[in-house]
């Protein structure tokens, strides 16, 4: 009878911690698929059988590609407590928790997240005066769409093709894309183009380049694609705006000029027919006179406000049957204009 005490024990001991190990419950999201740039919840709940009269400490710990690496994250809150989370929500932090542990909420907030933290995580939660935790795996799959890092040619040892020029094609992408050359100039065979693998996320591919060539890369995903030319087709183009605009200028600045000049003869013609008018109309003596030439000298530009326009002219005057002194009385009527005989 005394040696079946201790196995009846035993086997009670069993059944009552096996209960209590079937009452616990944790939840995750087996895999969390977010964009770059974007926050991601890893969500993990849990309840436990003494989680309404429990007043221990409830410790959350998040840890990263290995279960028995050490957490990047952790935090503890005492149950049944009116405090604060404390440093279980940290607003500015880049890792915190999303959620109360007091209410079984274990779920991590990662903010803007990258390629980088793409991986396998563990949720685990302690449980004070608990000899073991429990903690469970999710995974967290960032996606990239593909992009062009570099389009280059670079220069390289001479290789079985001949090629002492490569074009370099740098791309990244998660998942990683695909690579694909494109010339109107010549075709390529699989030999000549090299792809390899730099990173989970990058890769780089070259192929090989002459001066005449025109190539094309193309990189694609489930995502999308994107593609560059080299060389770059839009130089031409901004080479010819930038020239079309100069000569636009130019010819702008020439008819500005010639508007200018047009304009200036435009008003001093008037000028001249009213002096040569004037100077005619003054003395009767021109009534015998052959030739009226008067001549402008220098036109001074447009005067000021308020200022006056002086001109120098000189008239040539032939007489027909006029003496001398006739003429001379006439000039002296016509010295405002300067005559001279």
């Known amino acids: 009878m005394r040696q079946q005490t201790p196995c009846f024990c035993f086997i009670l001991s069993t059944i009552i911690t096996g209960s209590l190990l079937m009452s616990w419950d944790m939840k ?26 429990y007043s221990g400490k409830i410790t959350v710990k998040w840890l990263a590609r290995e279960s028995s690496a050490l957490p990047f994250f952790s935090c503890s809150v005492t149950n049944h407590s009116a405090e604060e989370a404390g440093d279980c929500s940290g607003s500015g932090l880049r890792y915190s928790l999303k959620g109360d542990p007091r209410r079984g909420e274990l779920s991590l907030l990662i903010r803007q997240v990258h390629e980088a933290d793409n991986g396998t995580y563990f949720c685990r939660v302690e449980l004070e005066g608990w000899r073991s935790y429990f903690q469970k795996v999710t995974h967290l799959y960032v996606t990239a769409k593909p992009q062009i890092l570099s389009l280059s040619v670079v220069e390289t040892s001479s290789g079985s093709d001949g090629a002492t020029q490569r074009l370099q094609c740098e791309a990244e992408g ?90 200036a003869r435009a008003e001093s013609s008037p000028v001249r027919e009213n002096t040569a008018a004037a100077a005619a109309d003054s003395s009767p003596i021109y009534g015998n006179a052959d030739v009226v030439e008067i001549h402008r000298l220098q036109r001074s530009d447009s005067p000021a406000e308020g200022d006056v326009e002086r001109q120098l002219v000189y008239c040539a005057v032939g007489l027909n049957g006029t003496t001398k002194s006739d003429a001379s009385a006439s000039c002296e009527r016509c010295r405002k204009y300067s005559c001279f005989l």
């Not at 995750?28 to 009269?53: I, K, M, N, W, Y």
């Not at 030999?191 to 025109?214: G, M």
């Not at 999308?224 to 010819?251: K, W």
Request: net charge positive; glycine share 6%.
């Open 174 to 263: 998660h998942p990683l894309p695909t690579v694909s050359w494109l010339s109107a100039s010549r075709r390529l065979s699989g030999s000549q183009v090299h792809t390899s693998q730099l990173s989970p996320f990058r890769l780089v591919s070259s192929v090989p380049y002459r001066e005449e060539d025109v190539f094309t890369c193309r990189v694609e995903s489930r995502l999308g694609g994107a593609e560059r030319r080299y060389p770059p087709g839009n130089a031409l183009l901004i080479s010819l705006t930038v020239c079309g605009l100069i000569v636009l200028l130019l010819l702008l600045s020439a008819g500005f000029v010639f508007y200018r000049r047009s304009r």
């Open 28 to 53: 995750v999201s087996l895999v969390v698929t977010v964009p770059r740039g974007e926050d991601a919840v890893l969500s993990c709940s849990f309840t436990h059988p003494r989680q309404r009269d």
